[in-house]
């Protein structure tokens, strides 16, 4: 299988090594060559141009920032869809509102490829292992023949539906997590005046009803960010929880609805971005409220 990966980010580069770690035949395209030299050391074929990447394989993967990115990746020029892709098959893996996803998949498809998204949950760690979490939309004729390759990035791979619905998907897994970030924050607040061991009030929560998966990988990081010693390689930052937090609300309100809680903590983030936080990896934050209420 020749897998083309245009757009090499956190979550891109990861994937392509992964794929050159399980011997498969990469080729890449990014804007930037500083985020292509680590995957070409690593055996990676570099193409000249997003529509390079088509002509060479036989798959290509896109994970971009937002809309506006998948647009400029696709339709620019020289972009994915400005050859001849016919037979081609692409899977989009970015997080946007479906809606996004529904119209590229339709201008895909007027081309002759086929269409697949597929959001995953995780970072680039569980990335570099095949252990992300997928939620793919599209038909089950062309999921079947995406799996094998999603199968190498992710432990669990579902199809849920149409195109759309694994975008849709992928905003509800996330709110919840970026709710907990703010919401963990607020409880460290009311326990601080005790001085608490952060480490051991990290470890104990991880093992109660008020404590999420993310906590049995993260609280370590947690911990020691409330010490100032917190991650300095990212793995998702402050920005991009801003972007997905905005999405998400977006979304809501084509059904005419509000997430308030949601709201509330993009509110916090939005402030913890203009106190210079935005390039904070998402393991720091909840450490930002409990400084923030001081003044600091």
């Known amino acids: 299988m020749r897998v083309g990966i245009a757009g090499l980010g956190r979550m891109g580069g990861a994937m392509a090594l992964q794929l050159l770690d399980l011997g498969e035949d990469v080729t890449v395209w990014n804007r930037s060559e500083g985020k292509v030299k680590p995957v070409a050391e690593a055996g990676a074929k570099v193409a000249a141009s997003p529509s390079d990447v088509v002509a060479r394989t036989d798959v290509i993967v896109t994970i971009l920032t937002d809309k506006d990115a998948i647009a400029a990746m696709y339709e620019g020029a020289d972009g994915l869809l400005s050859g001849d892709v ?70 669990r791979v579902d199809h849920v539906g149409p195109v759309g619905s694994g975008s849709a998907m992928k905003l509800a897994l996330n709110l919840p997590l970026m709710i907990y970030y703010q919401a963990l924050g607020e409880a460290c607040v009311m326990v601080e005046r005790w001085g608490l061991d952060k ?86 934050m909840p450490t930002y409220w409990p400084q923030h209420r001081k003044g600091q």
């Open 86 to 155: 016919s037979g081609k098959l692409f899977i989009e893996m970015s997080t946007v509102q479906p809606d996004t996803e529904i119209a590229l998949a339709e201008k895909v498809r007027a081309k002759g490829a086929a269409f697949v998204e597929c959001p995953v949950g995780g970072t680039t760690g569980p990335a570099r292992q095949g252990k992300l979490l997928g939620v793919a939309g599209g038909t089950a004729e062309d999921f079947a023949r995406a799996k094998p390759l999603l199968e190498k990035f992710c432990r």
């Open 199 to 284: 480490k051991w009030m990290m470890e104990f929560l991880s093992e109660t009803s008020g404590g999420p998966n993310v906590l049995k990988n993260r609280a370590p990081a947690i911990a020691a960010s409330f010490e100032g010693n917190g991650p300095t390689e990212v793995s998702i930052d402050l920005d991009g929880l801003c972007k997905d937090l905005r999405t998400m609300i977006a979304e809501a309100a084509v059904s005419n609805a509000r997430l308030p809680i949601a709201e509330t903590a993009l509110k916090v983030y939005e402030e913890a971005r203009k106190d210079g936080w935005g390039a904070r990896d998402c393991c720091w």
